[in-house]
């Protein structure tokens, strides 16, 4: 997961053209910014409840792919990645299925940014996990994983090596080779390719979580198998302030 991570600082960080005085939440009445939290739907794309955009919309969510190759700092390898977004009604089916192609016995990385304040990014790791009971308890936590703005898990599998990641943003990332199944996949769920399209990761966003989403990311931790001590602190990426937590949106990027 290690480069996946340098991947999106280098590719978020260096899109985004928001100048580090800027906010553009700053001068907007409560009721303006309560307006603009309630908004779930732009055009036909749908979001879910973990993630808003900027109020000035200089990255209005929409649906489609782009590809991106990530170049290894040592080994000068470079590893093709498709990053998606797609509406909410079919991005977690989409997600199941895609990772599906990843073979019958996977390892699984669970991302925490729920306690950012105490050491940032948290990822849990657990090897070989039968991919039918992985399936079947991703599909017990589906309102956790496609609604907390600080949950997301990764998918893999070592040994093509290949990975698939649904991240806290809701962003589908797909890193290895051959990509030509999932762009399969993909394009049969009307997510196409669009290599101008901008993520909601590359301006100025809000993240939501809640109390009862925290209790509900032990519970998953638990189902998994990752009581132990398999945490490690991970880098982060992104500036970042809180607001005051609760239910609400309260983290802003």
Not at 36 to 64: I, S, W
Not at 78 to 98: D, T, Y
Not at 150 to 172: D, M, R, S, Y
């Amino acid at each position: 997961m290690s480069y996946l991570n340098r991947f999106f600082q280098e590719v978020f960080d260096n899109a985004t053209n928001v100048p580090q005085d800027f906010n553009s939440f700053d001068k907007v009445t409560d009721e303006q910014l309560a307006a603009h939290l309630k908004v779930n739907r732009y055009d036909t794309f749908q979001l879910t409840e973990a993630v808003r955009p900027a109020m000035d919309l200089k990255v209005k969510p929409c649906q489609g792919y782009r590809h991106d190759v990530y170049v290894d700092e040592e080994s000068k390898a470079k590893v093709p990645v498709i990053m998606a977004a797609a509406s909410r009604e079919k991005l977690f089916p989409l997600f199941m299925q895609l990772i599906q192609r990843l073979g019958s016995v996977v390892d699984v990385v669970l991302e925490s940014s729920h306690a950012k304040a105490e050491g940032g990014h948290i990822d849990l790791y657990r090897e070989h996990i039968d991919m039918p009971v992985l399936t079947s308890i991703l599909w017990d936590y589906e309102d956790l994983l496609l609604n907390d703005g600080c949950t997301g898990i990764a998918v893999l599998n070592p040994n093509t090596p290949q990975e698939i990641q649904f991240e806290e943003h809701k962003l589908l990332i797909v890193y290895g080779s051959p990509l030509e199944p999932y762009e399969f996949t993909l394009e049969s769920h009307n997510v196409t390719e669009n290599q101008v399209m901008k993520f909601i990761t590359e301006a100025e966003h809000i993240h939501s979580t809640s109390d009862d989403y925290c209790q509900q990311f032990l519970q998953l931790r638990t189902a998994l198998g990752l009581d132990g001590d398999q945490a490690a602190p991970r880098e982060k990426y992104g500036d970042e302030s809180y607001g005051d937590g609760g239910d609400e949106f309260g983290e802003m990027y």
